[in-house]
């Protein structure tokens, strides 16, 4: 399935312009956070809709905790860490599959909210047809 990501009132991070976010969805394998996947950057934009979904397979005997972070790019930083956090969404995947739509508050690293920031997931099941040719 895949899943969508929009932003909503993300924290400005940036001196003189909006925050530059992206999205990075992280899984947890065996207590550690893994990287999967990332979206583009949607430049000086506190409300960003994402074009790039998120590809998960959903197994629905086990459970699949997911992470989701916004950071504000910045174009000098490599690491992950360097970009400025702008917040985070950690669920399991079975919650998405059971909401068409989520939206929940950012959360920062100590427990509160990023501002007003929030992230609305959705998941898209994708059919497949047998009688396509």
Same mark, same amino acid.
């Given at each position: 399935m895949k899943l969508s990501v929009c ?10 312009s909006k925050s530059d976010p992206f ?31 998120? !590809? ?7 459970? !699949?905790? =997911?992470?989701?972070? *916004? ?7 490599? !690491? =992950? ?25 950012? #959360? ?17 099941? #994708?059919?497949?047809?047998?009688? *396509?040719?």
């Open positions: 932003g909503s009132n993300l924290l400005d991070r940036d001196v003189a999205c990075v969805l992280l899984h947890d394998v065996d207590g550690n956070w893994v990287e999967l996947a990332r979206t583009e950057t949607a430049v000086n934009n506190l409300n960003p809709v994402f074009g790039v979904k998120f !590809q998960v397979d959903y197994h629905f005997e086990e459970v !699949q905790k =997911l992470k989701f972070a *916004m950071f504000d790019e910045d174009k000098c930083s490599s !690491q =992950l860490y360097e970009h400025d956090f702008l917040g985070e969404f950690t669920c399991t995947l079975g919650v998405i599959v059971s909401n068409k739509k989520l939206h929940r508050p950012l #959360i920062l690293a100590n427990g509160k909210p990023a501002g007003k920031g929030a992230i609305t997931v959705r998941h898209h099941i #994708i059919h497949y047809n047998r009688h *396509m040719h």
